[in-house]
C-alpha cells in the first residue's frame, strides 16, 4: 500500500539534496521515477530541480491546469513508475494535493512530497496545509537557529538586507534573503522595530540570551 509523504522544514534545510538523493538511490535499482515542480518555481526561479552537492533533475513543470492523476495514469500505461517526487511543494495547490492523494489511492504509487511548512509570516503555504492535512506520513527535516535551537520559521530579508515583515506570501528571490530561526528569534525579528538588518542578526541584545543553548535536542 503506497503512500503519501510531506517532508517538511524551514528554509536552506536540505529538502532539495535530499529529494534528489532518494530519487538517485530508485533510478540507480533500475527503476522509474517522476519529478514535478510548481510553475511558479521553474518559471521565476529554475527550472531544474538542483542541489549544491551536484546532483540535479529535470522535473515535469506542474502548472494550474494540469491534472496529475490523468498524467500518471497515461505514465503508467508507457512504463511502472516505481516513485513521484514533488519539490517546493508548499507551492501546490489545495487541487494538486488532492491529485496526489488519488494517485497514491487509485495508482497505487507512492509520492514523496518535500517543501516548507511555513511562510516568512509564520502562515502556512496552501500547498503545506493541505500535505499537513491529508499526507500519511509527516517528516520534518531539521535544522538549526543560530542559537542552536530547532529553526522553525524563515525571517525575510530585502535586497538590502533589512528585515521584511510584510509583503507578498511568495517571493522567489535568492536563498541569500532568507534565514531559518528558532520560534523566539522570529518573534524578535518580526516585533521589534528597530531596523534589523541581516548582518546584524545574531548581534541584537535579544539574540544574545539563548545563544549557549547548543546542547538543546533538535
Ligand atoms: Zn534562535
Known amino acids: ?83 513521484i517526487f514533488v519539490d517546493e511543494a508548499q507551492f501546490l495547490s489545495k487541487r494538486h494535493v488532492r491529485q496526489l492523494c488519488r494517485i497514491v489511492d487509485r495508482l497505487d504509487i507512492p509520492v514523496l512530497t518535500y517543501g516548507l511548512r511555513t511562510d516568512f509570516q509564520g502562515e502556512l503555504f496552501e500547498g503545506s496545509r493541505h500535505l499537513l492535512a491529508w499526507a500519511d506520513h509527516l517528516q520534518e527535516i531539521k535544522t538549526i537557529c543560530f542559537c542552536g535551537k530547532k529553526a522553525i520559521m524563515t525571517a525575510r530579508f530585502d535586497g538590502f538586507g533589512n528585515k521584511v515583515i510584510d509583503g507578498d506570501q511568495i517571493d522567489c528571490g535568492g536563498n541569500d534573503r532568507y534565514i531559518s530561526l528558532c520560534r523566539k528569534h522570529h518573534d524578535i525579528v518580526e516585533n521589534n522595530h528597530d531596523c534589523i538588518s541581516l548582518s546584524a542578526v545574531g548581534e541584537q541584545p535579544g539574540f544574545q540570551d539563548c545563544s549557549s543553548a547548543n546542547q538543546v535536542d533538535l
Not at 533510478?27 to 552537492?53: D, H, K
Request: a neutral charge.
Open 1 to 83: 500500500m503506497s503512500k503519501l509523504y510531506f517532508y517538511f522544514s524551514a528554509m536552506n534545510a536540505g529538502k532539495t539534496t535530499t529529494l534528489l538523493q532518494s530519487d538517485f538511490n530508485y533510478r540507480e535499482r533500475g527503476m522509474n521515477t517522476v519529478c514535478f515542480l510548481p510553475a511558479l518555481v521553474a518559471e521565476q526561479w529554475n527550472p531544474l530541480i538542483t542541489s549544491r552537492v551536484g546532483l540535479s533533475r529535470v522535473p515535469i513543470v506542474l502548472s494550474n491546469d494540469m491534472d496529475l492523476l490523468t498524467i500518471m495514469a497515461a505514465e503508467m500505461e508507457k512504463q511502472t513508475v516505481s516513485c
